[in-house]
Nanobody, 124 residues
């Protein structure tokens, strides 16, 4: 079982930036795709971004394209999400997740371990 610990959330103003980190332990990190999901009040959990095990392939939901950047450091067992030009609609709890496959999937059902979540609040 892989354990994931997110950090980096907080309260910011619209237009600001935040960087989230997720450190994994257990399992072979470099074999696993990683994803960032979020859940906003009254909304279903949605994938925000994903990255393949080798970091070559990335995915972004349309609403964050050109604003968010996902990256990973396999030597540090860490995945990052750089969030720029934040908007109030980005307010959510952000979860890091890992998939036993190397490719990126958008369905949360493909991910077998989840972090506890970190809250991001963007004020207008």
């Amino acid at each position: 079982q892989v354990q994931l610990v997110e950090s980096g959330g907080g309260l910011v103003q619209a237009g600001d930036s935040l960087s989230l980190s997720c450190v994994a332990s257990g399992g072979t990190f470099s074999n696993r795709a990683m994803g960032w999901f979020r859940r906003s009040p009254g909304k279903d959990r949605e994938i925000v971004s994903g990255i393949s095990n080798d970091g070559v392939t990335t995915y972004y939901v349309d609403s964050v394209k050109e604003r968010f950047t996902i990256s990973r450091d396999n030597a540090k067992n860490t995945v990052y999400l750089q969030m720029n030009t934040l908007k109030p609609e980005d307010t959510a709890v952000y979860y890091c997740a890992t998939s036993p496959w190397g490719r990126v999937f958008t369905s949360p059902n493909r991910y077998d371990s989840w972090g506890q979540g970190t809250r991001v609040t963007v004020s207008s």
